[in-house]
């Protein structure tokens, strides 16, 4: 289907970026379909999608025959999408308003895709939403996610290097995450200050008998002292030193030296608080 270019489509609107919100437009139509490859076949899947904006993505996605639901908060954006909804009939419900204040899954009603160029500014507490909580696996069946590049960095990081965070564990105890593409900061509009990536997340079986919140108190008190030894870093979680203890895992090492496993074995270990 032919579509009048998204930069005209923007001028039309008389739309600009807004820093508030975080928002950077991609053009590229081209590189807009290579992002919507990543998730696979996308031909009748629906796919939750948000901070649209003007639709650059959406249209990628909509071509690739995806059911769409787009949450967008700038209503400035809304003619533009409503435009796109006559183009794709059937295929695209917009929703104005915060994604972080709506639940995701009772919203779709049915396993969906997440892609999505996330405004930098919400973009890390959506993803660790959706990789939170003792449920799983989860509604979501894969997560296909702009960030800035340093965060996707940390997303993907192995033990043993600076980028490795609580970030790493929460994205690779129970899913697989990997650095999907990098995108170059003239791609947007307007150029942000650093270079972008995305991360593709599946997600994985999770490891038995292992409390999502009990891993996230360990690894908070962990990596919120970074620097410190375990055995300091970990004395204010109850229970945590013992399982240092009879897990073999020397008390001196600090938080970024522990696999993902290491983790989830000391999560295990810790007693039912």
Known sequence: MSLPPLREVIARHGLSASKALGQNFLFDEQLLDRIAAI????????VLEIGPGPGGLTRALLRAGARVTAIEMDRRCLPALAELSEA??????????????????????????????????????????????????????SLTLMF?????????????TSAFGRLAVLAQWRSKAKLAMKVHRSAFTPPPKVMSAIVHVTPAEAPESVSARRLAKVTEAAFGQRRKMLRQSLKGVPGALSALEQLGIDRTRRAETLSVDEFTAIARALDPA
């Open 39 to 46: 998730p696979g076949d996308l031909q009748g899947k629906a």
């Open 148 to 160: 800035q590049l340093e965060v996707a960095q940390r997303i993907v990081a192995k033990p043993g």
């Open 88 to 141: 794709f009939p059937g295929q695209l419900r917009v929703i104005e308003g915060d994604a972080l204040a709506m639940d995701h899954g009772e919203l779709m009603g049915e396993p969906f895709a997440v892609v999505a160029n996330l405004p930098y500014n919400v973009g890390t507490a959506l993803f660790t939403r959706w990789l939170d909580g003792e449920d799983w696996p989860p509604q979501w069946t």
